[in-house]
């Protein structure tokens, strides 16, 4: 997988993330198993703020994403996030699909 550079987005280019904070305000996202092949790339770069921002942004850049990220866990630096949920600037967001096995 690729690890694309971000190019701005209509909310990013003017200077603000998806919940209204600077470009600089980002998150660190990481994609495994399923959610990398569907996303295209293994991580990327997005604006910080809440888990849905966070989802809507992830699935506006990959389409194909959406199936999957209703399935996946959202873990912010461990912790899982989901809705309302903050995601701030420098965590790592990890995308992780169900995993069978034991």
């Known amino acids: ?9 209509a909310a990013t280019a003017s200077g603000t993330g998806v919940s209204g904070t600077t470009a600089a305000a980002t998150v660190a996202v990481r994609y495994f198993a399923a959610a990398a092949e569907a996303a295209g790339v293994d991580t990327e770069t997005v604006p910080a703020g809440t888990a849905a921002l966070v989802v809507a942004e992830l699935t506006r850049r990959h389409p194909d994403l959406a199936a999957v990220l209703s399935r996946c866990a959202l873990l912010a630096d461990g912790t899982r ?8 600037a420098g965590v790592t967001l990890d995308v992780l699909p169900p995993f069978a096995g034991g």
Request: aromatic share 0%; charged share 30%; glycine share 6%.
């Open 1 to 9: 997988m690729t690890t694309p550079t971000s190019a701005p987005t």
């Open 81 to 88: 996030v989901e809705g309302d949920d903050e995601v701030r």
